[in-house]
């Protein structure tokens, strides 16, 4: 079995904005990267991200970038369960995930996210971690939502 998932959301916004939120590290940080983000996401780029659920900055590597439409990146895989569970713990391996971002313009003026992440092994640990992966994903949709319509971080204090 094959692991990945894919999650979407329809945000109120023309892609443009919506494509900004996410590959501007000033805004990413105001919303989903708790501990902030430093770096554009642009093709090539390793930028670094920081959560305050999972403490300590680690690396993005950015492999494409199609302004509006998609970014591609890679960063390193854990397997495990997330720290937020009780007794869980994350192990380093030594792979990298790919999650894939599409921005789709709608006729309504919205825009349709999509993010995949795929590259775990089929493991216990790694079917784990992509759970884990596939919540955070999700909080992520929805707090761009909420920051990007509403002006409201639905992430703030929720970890600390």
């Known amino acids: 079995m094959e692991l990945k998932f894919r999650v979407a959301a329809r945000i109120a916004r ?3 904005q919506v494509f900004e939120a996410v590959a501007n590290p000033d ?3 105001q919303y989903f990267t708790t501990g902030g983000a430093q770096g554009r996401l642009e093709a090539g780029a390793m930028v670094s991200w ?3 659920d999972f403490p300590g900055a ?3 590597f950015v492999t494409e970038v199609v302004p509006n439409e998609r970014i591609v990146l890679q ?3 854990t397997e495990g369960e997330s720290p937020n569970v009780e007794g ?4 380093p391996v030594e792979y990298r995930t790919t999650v894939t971002m599409l921005f789709k313009p709608l006729e309504d003026g919205r825009t349709l996210v999509e993010i995949a992440e795929e590259g775990w092994r089929e493991t216990q640990g790694a079917l784990q971690s992509s759970y884990g992966n596939c919540q955070g994903w999700s909080q992520m949709l929805c707090a761009l939502k909420v920051w990007i319509e509403h002006g409201i971080n639905l992430r703030a204090d929720m970890y600390r």
């Open 88 to 91: 869980g713990e994350l192990n």
């Open 75 to 77: 960063w390193d895989a």
């Open 50 to 52: 920081d959560f305050h």
């Open 27 to 29: 805004q990413l940080s």
């Open 58 to 60: 680690f690396p993005v």
């Open 14 to 16: 023309p892609v443009e």
